[in-house]
T-cell receptor
Framework: AQSVTQLGSHVSVSEGALVLLRCNYS??????LFWYVQYPNQGLQLLLKYTTGATLVKGINGFEAEFKKSETSFHLTKPSAHMSDAAEYFC????????????FGTGTSLTVIP | EAQVTQNPRYLITVTGKKLTVTCSQNMNHEYMSWYRQDPGLGLRQIYY???????DKGDVPEGYKVSRKEKRNFPLILESPSPNQTSLYFC?????????????FGSGTRLTVV
């Protein structure tokens, strides 16, 4: 069985500060990992994904995430927060064996303080 | 523009009155899915379809029906809505399976059942 845990349902950072959103996963086989962003009144957009290969993945809007197998983590970071980054962020896990099963975390709401 | 279109965006209805939420994608995607989003619970899969005439239950299928008669359309049907189906609903599509390719999401349908 697979699952995703996002630590912290609400995170606040100052504009220009580091953004760190935490995601830990549980999977019995090598996972595929995703981060999605949801802006107010919109659907989810894919930020980045890890399937195989390089463990540091770069996405849109300056975000990146690193797959750490030993820590079963896939934390999302951005060096300098911008006001436009305020949104809800979802981590998700799947794998090559069960393509129909795609599990989302409960989400982290990011607030950026001017 | 490649997109998933849901209608309506907002809907208020009464208990027991059948309703349909439409979903259409213009990307020739094989895989389509419906999710509901509730505070603190993240996104939970209702139904999915791997291709025309192929549908299967997700994690929370009770009280919902779907059909996939054409590749582009995947309507969600609530035969007898109840207040516990008040939620934000998302349709999503993927070219061959979300595990490798991720999802493209619609903008959502906010349903209130009174």
């Amino acid at each position: 069985a697979q699952s995703v845990t996002q630590l912290g349902s609400h995170v606040s950072v100052s504009e220009g500060a580091l953004v760190l959103l935490r995601c830990n996963y549980s999977s019995s086989v090598p996972p595929y990992l995703f981060w999605y962003v949801q802006y107010p009144n919109q659907g989810l957009q894919l930020l980045l994904k890890y399937t195989t290969g390089a463990t540091l993945v770069k996405g849109i809007n300056g975000f990146e995430a690193e797959f750490k197998k030993s820590e079963t983590s896939f934390h999302l970071t951005k060096p300098s927060a911008h006001m436009s980054d305020a949104a809800e962020y979802f981590c998700a896990v799947s794998n090559s064996n069960t393509g129909n099963q795609f599990y989302f975390g409960t989400g982290t709401s990011l607030t950026v303080i001017p | 523009e490649a997109q998933v279109t849901q209608n309506p965006r907002y809907l208020i209805t009464v208990t027991g009155k059948k309703l349909t939420v439409t979903c259409s994608q213009n990307m020739n995607h094989e895989y389509m899915s419906w999710y509901r989003q509730d505070p603190g619970l993240g996104l939970r899969q209702i139904y999915y379809s791997m291709n025309v005439e192929v549908t299967d239950k997700g994690d929370v299928p009770e009280g919902y029906k779907v059909s996939r008669k054409e590749k582009r359309n995947f309507p969600l049907i609530l035969e007898s809505p109840s207040p516990n189906q008040t939620s934000l609903y998302f349709c999503a599509s993927s070219s061959r399976g979300p595990s490798s390719y991720g999802y493209t999401f619609g903008s959502g349908t906010r349903l209130t059942v009174v």
